[in-house]
T-cell receptor, first 114, second 111 residues
Framework: DAGVTQSPTHLIKTRGQQVTLRCSPK?????VSWYQQALGQGPQFIFQ???????QRGNFPDRFSGHQFPNYSSELNVNALLLGDSALYLC?????????????FGQGTRLTVV | RKEVEQDPGPFNVPEGATVAFNCTYS??????FFWYRQDCRKEPKLLMS???SGNEDGRFTAQLNRASQYISLLIRDSKLSDSATYLC????????????FGGGTRLMVKP
């Protein structure tokens, strides 16, 4: 049973560029959440997707956008990259409505903006 | 003020020691509470859920005080392998599976 998988694992981009990160949820999960974790800090919630729609959003600018596909996989897009966007981007999947709503995390994508 | 606050540490303890971490949360609508463990450059993993009645899992004991909005984690007989960052996490009643993390407390267990 595959867990949450993210790609790529590492990425280096230049300021002003755009990036797309990908996430495949754990088998049987239908909800995907994205988090940003800066060095030395806890993860910060970016947004959550369920039924192919953004259900909740954290305090992130519109440069951060996402998508969920019919197979529940998800993408995170960041436009006009800033140096401050350098972080570990984590995807977490869960099952909405289940008694056990434990969120499982992928290994993350480490984005460096230069 | 952050919604979930933790002492960042680091806590440096010898093997076999008992160590306690505390966490406070500001939103009284918080519904569920967890401790996650994160190893260096890895993803967070659920360590244990936290209940008002307290819960224990081997050497780990977690406690919740809703009146004081305070969560604790006690680790007994520390092992070298316990070295990690411990993240306090809460969810809100109307926030589905959205997790709000504290900044984490770093633990270093020394031989």
């Amino acid at each position: 049973d595959a867990g949450v998988t993210q790609s790529p694992t590492h990425l280096i981009k230049t300021r002003g560029q755009q990036v797309t990160l990908r996430c495949s949820p754990k088998s049987g999960h239908d909800t995907v959440s994205w988090y940003q974790q800066a060095l030395g800090q806890g993860p910060q919630f970016i947004f959550q997707y369920y039924e192919e729609e953004e259900r909740q959003r954290g305090n992130f600018p519109d440069r951060f956008s996402g998508h969920q596909f019919p197979n529940y996989s998800s993408e995170l897009n960041v436009n006009a990259l800033l140096l401050g966007d350098s972080a570990l981007y984590l995807c977490a999947s869960s099952l909405t409505g289940a008694a056990d709503t434990e969120a499982f995390f992928g290994q993350g994508t480490r984005l460096t903006v230069v | 003020r952050k919604e979930v606050e933790q002492d960042p540490g680091p806590f440096n303890v010898p093997e076999g020691a008992t160590v306690a971490f505390n966490c406070t949360y500001s939103n009284s609508a918080s519904q569920s509470f967890f401790w996650y463990r994160q190893d260096c450059r890895k993803e967070p993993k659920l360590l244990m859920s936290v209940y008002s009645s307290g819960n224990e899992d081997g050497r780990f004991t977690a406690q919740l005080n809703r009146a004081s909005q305070y969560i604790s984690l006690l680790i007994r007989d520390s092992k070298l392998s316990d070295s990690a960052t411990y993240l306090c996490v809460v969810t809100r009643n109307n926030a589905g599976n959205m997790l709000t993390f504290g900044g984490g407390t770093r633990l270093m267990v020394k031989p």
